[in-house]
């Protein structure tokens, strides 16, 4: 967790009042603090089945979700508790327990529909919870599986495919794990042992016919096996006599039957080893801070009287993140420029090569930590405020360079302008020796290092503005002929005209290198831009490759079954999903 988060117990997550689902802020804020990826296993099942007990073992406590031992159910809502995750240094191990369903207090079963589907929104593993076997009363108990289409959205819009919305489902839904408590039958079939898998596996077989009833039959297997793109059964003895079931918690491990005990041990070793951190489309993968917002996310929309989106809620994370992101681009732009410069720079092109190297680490930063960047929205938004910097900085130095050359200007000349005062130059032969002066301090002004960008054009202005100087000591010195002063003013013109065409070029100079930059940055936008956008289009196509391989291996054994028209469904859901593959990714649009 964020350097190890404690929570002692559960907290509830999303609480359930009077039939409306509320977020819960404690919960929220802890959730905030977990920065590792979160591996998210929610449990779900008729109230009074035993699923507490599960999820305190999954915890490593005989204490903490509440068990309760009457006919009441005792969890409202969903609750949550964040442990280290046992198996996988860095990482939190999240813990949802939900109400039981099916609660006679509730009457409405409405809400169970949502607890039903937050929890599949919520997890990376899934795991259902059932007493005895699977017939047809306990698939029946499962009707929430074939109400997901009614609950859960994949896209914001259907667009243009015929296929339905849940097509996705099987993309982005958890891993699916059944346990089955006090298992009483021998697990064999045609006489011959079968694992619990296999036992899954045959449950989910499909009967052949139209009629209402083999429908209904169907519609719930038919749904776990297209949703869920892995599948686990577990089972599991009765833990202890039904006597010392009211004090499961006070158990010890000698008192409780050793098949259970070691069923028990299995069950949370597989849920350890082989539940995944959860991921978002992408391969994004899902923190705390993350969670918390697709909760957000997913109780505003059920409360306003939406269906939760997979689309809605990544986009909403994503303004999130990218928001984050810019600032945390900028923040490195300022952290890098203000370690590199040192105002005023020597040149222009050295304010704008430290710029170009920082400029370059923040718009990484920026793709490291941006995702579904739609047009490019914050990315431009991080090029207009680079953007901005860069001109700050611009003007930061030429404000420097004045101020250290006006400074500079002050200290070097000042004794001339003192003996100026004096009258030391209005003599005969004054006005050369003025010159002659005036030129020295000139050299020794040059000789100054680092003065940056403005050294020449303000000297150039300190030296127009002694022009009536020079003027008045030149018309008054009287050891120049009439001619040699028309001389010298024509001289003085020229290389005031020469200064002045230099400072033109100079200006050209800095425009053309400013337009480069602008290029060079422009191009550094569109260079990492493209490659972050070819790795996303990998992963999207690695993900679809994912679904499909899923789908044809359904697809593959509903035909072997003989079951042709809902083959046929899932060839026509590969065939759109091959279709989307050849459409156009994102487009690059940065302007």
């Not at 849940?166 to 079968?194: C, H, K, M, Y």
């Not at 920082?358 to 579904?372: D, G």
């Not at 002659?436 to 003065?451: F, G, M, S």
Request: proline share 4%.
């Amino acid at each position: 967790m964020a350097s190890e988060i404690y929570m002692p117990g559960p907290v509830c997550l999303i609480e359930n009042i009077n039939g409306k689902l509320t977020t819960n802020q404690t919960a929220l804020k802890i959730l905030s603090a977990v920065k590792q990826p979160v591996v998210v296993v929610a449990i779900v099942g008729l109230y009074r089945t035993g699923k507490s007990y599960l999820m305190n073992k999954l915890a490593g406590k005989k204490k903490g979700f509440s068990l309760g031992s009457t006919v009441q159910s005792h969890t409202k809502g969903i609750w949550m508790w964040c442990v280290p995750h046992p198996d996988m240094p860095n990482h939190t191990l999240v813990l949802l327990d939900t109400e039981g369903l099916g609660d006679v207090e509730k009457g409405d079963n409405q809400n169970d529909s949502w607890i039903f589907a937050l929890a599949i929104l919520l997890s990376s593993t899934f795991i259902y919870n059932s007493m005895g076997t699977i017939n047809q009363q306990a698939m029946d108990q499962l009707h929430y599986v074939t109400e997901l289409t009614d609950r859960i959205r994949a896209k914001s819009s259907p667009g243009n495919s015929e296929v339905d919305d849940s097509a996705d489902f099987v993309s982005f839904f958890p891993a699916f794990v059944w346990t089955l408590r006090d298992f009483s039958l021998e697990l064999e079939a045609n006489g011959q042992p079968i694992t619990a898998d296999e036992y899954l596996e045959l449950s989910l077989k499909l009967k052949k016919g139209t009629d209402q009833k083999t429908k209904s039959f169907n519609e719930p297997r038919l749904c776990i096996r297209k949703f869920f793109p892995q599948k686990k059964c577990f089972i599991f003895d009765r833990p202890a006599q039904r006597k010392n079931l009211i004090r499961l918690e006070q158990l010890q491990e000698g008192e409780l039957n050793p098949e259970f005990v070691e069923q028990a041990a299995e069950f949370c070793s597989y849920i350890f080893s082989h539940s995944k951190p959860k991921t978002l489309s992408g391969d994004i993968v899902v923190n705390g801070p993350r969670l918390e917002s697709l909760v957000l996310t997913y109780v505003n929309a059920i409360s306003s009287g939406d269906l939760p989106c997979m689309e809605n809620a990544v986009l909403a994370l994503a303004q999130i993140e990218n928001t984050a992101a810019v600032q945390k681009a900028i923040a490195h732009y300022d952290q890098q420029m203000s370690q590199k410069v040192q105002l005023p720079t020597e040149t222009l092109q050295e304010l704008q090569d430290l710029h170009m190297a920082s400029e370059k680490e923040a718009i990484k930063v920026f793709m490291k930590s941006s995702f579904k960047d739609v047009d490019q929205k914050f990315q431009k938004e991080l090029g207009d405020k680079l953007q901005a910097k860069q001109d700050d900085y611009y003007k930061q130095n030429i404000k420097a360079s004045t101020d250290y050359c006006e400074a500079l200007i002050q200290d070097i000349f000042h004794p001339l302008e003192e003996d100026v005062k004096q009258g030391i130059f209005s003599k005969p032969g004054g006005y050369l020796l003025f010159i002659q002066k005036k030129q020295e301090l000139k050299n020794k002004y040059y000789q100054v290092p680092r003065k940056g960008i403005e050294a020449e054009e303000t000297i150039k202005k300190y030296l127009e503005s002694k022009e009536d100087v020079a003027d008045a000591l030149l018309r008054t010195d009287q050891s120049l002929t009439e001619k040699e002063k028309e001389i010298e003013v024509e001289r003085v013109k020229a290389e005031s005209a020469e200064a002045a065409n230099k400072m033109l070029e100079e200006m050209q100079k800095k425009n053309e290198q400013m337009m480069e930059q602008k290029e060079k940055s422009y191009q550094e936008h569109v260079k990492q831009l493209t490659e972050k956008m070819e790795k996303d289009r990998a992963q999207l196509l690695a993900e679809q490759e994912r679904t499909i391989a899923l789908k044809l291996t359904e697809q593959k054994q509903l035909l072997k079954e003989g079951f042709e028209n809902e083959s046929k469904k899932l060839l026509k859901e590969i065939q759109d999903i091959k279709r989307r593959n050849s459409v156009t990714g994102p487009r690059c649009i940065i302007l």
